[in-house]
């Protein structure tokens, strides 16, 4: 490749990105690995500095958003020493042990962060805790995870009747419970179990569908007396525990994969394969997805790494084809929507997304964000309450300038959209990519030909 493709500038404060197709277009050939998965990057972080002993965690994410967290344990006297080695090592202070802060633990643009550590928090007793984080994570619902924490009897103040950040925390002795969650959320799940890990007796959250279970696995692998009733999307862990360093090994994520499967797939001569990308049940509907939209990805070499399935994924660009999803396939590919939306701009016919009201509360409206940048670059996707509708049947769009609105998957889901633009797209602040997906330019720039 020339090299003239991306540009990467700096504007003010905040980075563009000027994309440059030539009327030849692009293809995208070769094989990559995406960065760690960033939610069994943040537990492996959580469970090993309240675990016995010393974890090894092989493939973190070196994001900002796990950087978010392990500044938040070491400030709660967990010894982490690097975050830039090959193998990261966290020297567990056992469960209960967290210490008290001098300072407010900042979570910057991280949801999981502050979503996961407040069901620790609010479960050691004597300890006083406050919370905050950037712009965009103070205006982010929280009181879905503060009401069945205050069910358990914990004490947290926040803004808005305690449902904003900044949060303070005075920690207590909660008691067991049986929540009933109105959402399918794997934060608020998690928060819950880890709450009830210092609880005496059996805590249980029930969905309404399964959202991913990355909490669950880690759980018992580090020791966690927890039963898992998949029928009931029901999950139960009896406290106290008794958690033991353990070595993590993070496979791909598949929510950066997404990026790439898309690419491939409506770009003309593009041929990718993407090595151990982490395939949990859980988390691959944007896979069914796809291959509901008549993609072409085939699994390769599919192992198990520290009880995660992982595979190779070999896609290839193709004719794709519309669909509708709605339903339980939603929360399992929540994070991959936005780049869903891209692909489906060059689909036949038309793809409805419906039952995704959950994207208008993440690091932005991605909603709102996706459809107002693509209609931008000559789309036609219309706003619905609870999701898109995209007609599809495009063979081109129009370089332009659009917005990330700062938030990660927007950014990297128009940059895919601009490798089928015509002529030049700029992409503000395009650099909140780093957030989860810190050299995604970088390998953008390796698998384009033109």
Known sequence: MTGSLLHLTS?????????????????????????????????????GAISEGETRIQGLLLGED????????????????????????VQGVGLGNLQEPADVLNVGNSGTTLRLMIGMLASHPNRFFTVTGDDSLRSRPMGRVIKPLMQMGAHIWGRQENTLAPLAVQGQALKPTHYNSPIASAQVKSCVLLAGLLTDGPTTVTEPSLSRDHSERMLQAFGAD???????????????????????????????????????????????????????PTRTGILEALQAMNADITFENERLVTGEPVADLRVRYGQLQGATFSGDIIPRMIDEIPILAVAAL???????????????????????AMATELNRLGANVTERADGLEIPGGLSTLTGTTVDSFTDHRVSMSLTIAALRAQGVTTIQRAEAAAISYPTFFETLEQICTH
Not at 230 to 250: D, K, M, S
Request: hydrophobic residues 40%; charged residues 15%.
């Open 11 to 47: 504007s003010h404060s905040h980075q563009q990105l000027v994309v440059t197709v030539p009327p030849d277009g692009v293809a995208l050939t070769g094989k990559i690995q995406v960065p760690g998965d960033k939610s069994i990057s943040h537990r492996a972080l959580m469970l």
């Open 66 to 89: 796990p950087r978010s967290t392990a500044k938040c344990f070491q400030a709660m006297g967990v010894e982490i020493p690097s975050l830039e080695d090959e193998w990261v090592t």
């Open 226 to 280: 927890l039963t898992v009733d998949q029928t009931a999307c029901t999950v139960t862990v009896n406290g106290p525990a008794n958690l033991t360093a353990q070595t993590v090994i993070v496979p791909g994520d598949i929510s950066s994969a997404a990026f790439w499967l898309v690419a491939a797939a409506i770009t003309p001569g593009s041929e990718l394969v993407i090595e151990n990308v982490g395939v949990n």
């Open 346 to 368: 060059f689909a036949k016919g038309q793809t409805v997304i419906k039952d995704a009201a959950e994207l208008r509360v993440k690091e932005s409206d991605r909603l709102t």
